[in-house]
């Protein structure tokens, strides 16, 4: 969840099939100003940290961190699509601190195979539709 100013370009291409393929050919959004961010799900942003090491230390930094992004202000935030090696990636960079806990933080995560990820978003989201509309038989 978050609350803020996105401004930007993304372009999307949708091939509707079948299969339904996705094409993302670059672009970017970035905030105006700053923002917040909740990061409510534990579990994601633990996934975010997976490449801390598993000692005391990487738990306590691990731990703050994911406490600081469950009510984060941003001064800085960017989406970007990329063409990487593996594929398109997006990546999120972020900076700014924690209102509870106080974490100063600067970080960039990538998300692999997010054509992948939206193809299969769009699929569940339409087949939902469908049923919505034609109802359960």
Do not use: H
Request: glycine fraction near 12%; aromatic fraction near 6%.
């Amino acid at each position: 969840r978050g609350r803020g100013r996105l401004w930007g370009t993304v372009p999307i291409r949708i091939r509707p099939g079948p299969p339904l393929l996705i094409g993302l050919p670059g672009g970017s959004l970035r905030a105006e100003g700053g923002g917040t961010l909740e990061v409510l799900d534990p579990e994601l942003a633990e996934s975010i940290l997976s490449t801390l090491p598993e000692d005391e230390y990487g738990k306590l930094v691990k731990d703050r961190v994911v406490q600081s992004l469950r009510d984060f202000a941003f001064e800085t935030l960017a989406f970007d699509f990329v063409t990487a090696s593996g594929g398109p990636t997006l990546s999120v960079r972020t900076k700014g601190a924690g209102r509870t806990v106080p974490q100063e933080l600067d970080l960039t995560v990538n998300f692999r195979e997010i054509e992948r990820t939206i193809r299969d978003v769009l699929a569940v989201k339409l087949g939902l539709d469908r049923v919505k509309t034609r109802g359960l038989r």
